[in-house]
Nanobody, 126 residues
Framework: QVQLVESGGGLVQAGGSLRLSCAASGRTFDSSAMGWFRQAPGKEREFVASINWNGGGASYADPVKGRFTISRDNAKNTVYLQMNSLKPEDTAVYYC???????????????????WGQGTQVTVSS
């Protein structure tokens, strides 16, 4: 079993930056791909970014390409989302997600992820 705990959300002005962290417990973290998703009020949960098991590959949703960077530190069982040039439309609850053991490739689909954190609120003011 894997537990995920996000941190780092908050209120920031447009153009600012935040770094989200996701601490994972469980032995399978370093064998699995990880992802970040977000959900704004009244909208469906959407893909933000995903990183493969060893950090050698990543994928991003078009709205965040060039602004957000996903990374991971397997020694610390932590995945990060660096968010720069934030926009009001980035306001959402951000969720960390983990794929099952030995599912090493990235994915943009929610149903490919077995484990979810509780979410952290990111609010970008204009």
């Amino acid at each position: 079993q894997v537990q995920l705990v996000e941190s780092g959300g908050g209120l920031v002005q447009a153009g600012g930056s935040l770094r989200l962290s996701c601490a994972a417990s469980g032995r399978t973290f370093d064998s699995s791909a990880m992802g970040w998703f977000r959900q704004a009020p009244g909208k469906e949960r959407e893909f933000v970014a995903s990183i493969n098991w060893n950090g050698g590959g990543a994928s991003y949703a078009d709205p965040v390409k060039g602004r957000f960077t996903i990374s991971r530190d397997n020694a610390k069982n932590t995945v990060y989302l660096q968010m720069n040039s934030l926009k009001p439309e980035d306001t959402a609850v951000y969720y960390c997600a983990g794929r099952g053991a030995y599912y090493r490739g990235t994915s943009s689909n929610t149903y490919d992820y077995n484990y979810w954190g509780q979410g952290t609120q990111v609010t970008v003011s204009s």
